[in-house]
Nanobody, 113 residues
């Protein structure tokens, strides 16, 4: 099956860190630019980061720039999002997504004391 599966979410205190993973199957992962997007409760989906197919170019939304780092391991067909200095506003369901709209089921990140 063609799919993306996110993992690594959880509950963390403000100022803490988490690393999300996104594992691909069923398609040539290394050929695709991949995005991380998130959706907070009651809000629309927000694009937060993008990485090109070979992993040497990244873009970040202003809301996460300097705190989040996106990377990929094409041999493992896995994408990562290292999230540092987390704040309550980062609470959301996080998804990895191709430009064509393939998206996983998401992983919940909750930042709360």
């Amino acid at each position: 099956d063609v799919q993306l599966v996110e993992s690594g979410g959880g509950l963390v205190q403000p100022g803490g860190s988490l690393r999300l993973s996104c594992t691909a199957s069923g398609f040539d992962f290394r050929a695709y630019e991949i995005n991380w997007v998130r959706q907070a409760p009651g809000k629309g989906r927000e694009w937060i980061a993008r990485i090109n197919s070979v992993g040497n170019r990244r873009q970040y939304a202003d809301s996460v720039k300097g705190r989040f780092t996106m990377s990929r391991d094409n041999a493992k067909k896995t994408l990562y999002l290292q999230m540092n200095s987390l704040q309550p506003d980062d609470t959301a369901v996080y998804y990895c997504q191709t430009n064509g709209g393939l998206r996983g089921q998401g992983t919940q990140v909750t930042v709360s004391s």
